[in-house]
């Protein structure tokens, strides 16, 4: 599969929307890391309540379901837009964030080692 940079253009195009969306409202005070932290756990939460239950097999076909489907790409959303919010307040270069942790995992999980393995890096 051939990978292609991500369109960082996108990204701080996305980073800009989510917060003139705060800004235009007055929340950047309640924006602290901390709450927006806490909100990603909420929100992630939500997302795996709609997994709840269901066997491995069976979440891969729920976004099948096109009202299943909607429900997840909203949860998703929301974990995203506070994730980019983050981002914004604590002055992050999301995606300079996501190479080097790419390259940081690369190096705990080289691929010969790790393929088809879903082992901690430690027990590789």
């Not at 309640?30 to 979440?59: G, T, Y």
Request: net charge negative; charged share 30%.
């Amino acid at each position: 599969m051939k990978r292609r940079k991500a369109n960082r253009t996108e990204l701080e195009e996305l980073k800009s929307e989510v917060l003139a969306f705060a800004q235009d409202r007055e929340w950047l005070q309640f924006h602290s890391p901390k709450n927006l932290s806490m909100a990603i756990a909420v929100e992630s939460a939500e997302l795996m309540q709609l997994f709840l239950w269901c066997e491995s097999h069976d979440s891969r076909a729920l976004p099948e379901d096109a009202a299943a489907k909607a429900r997840i790409e909203e949860e998703l959303a929301d974990v995203f837009i506070f994730a980019l919010q983050i981002a914004n307040v604590s002055e992050i270069d999301l995606p300079a964030a996501i190479r080097r942790k790419l390259e940081i995992n690369s190096t705990k999980y080289p691929v010969e080692k790790c393929r088809g393995r879903s082992v901690k890096y430690s027990e590789l």
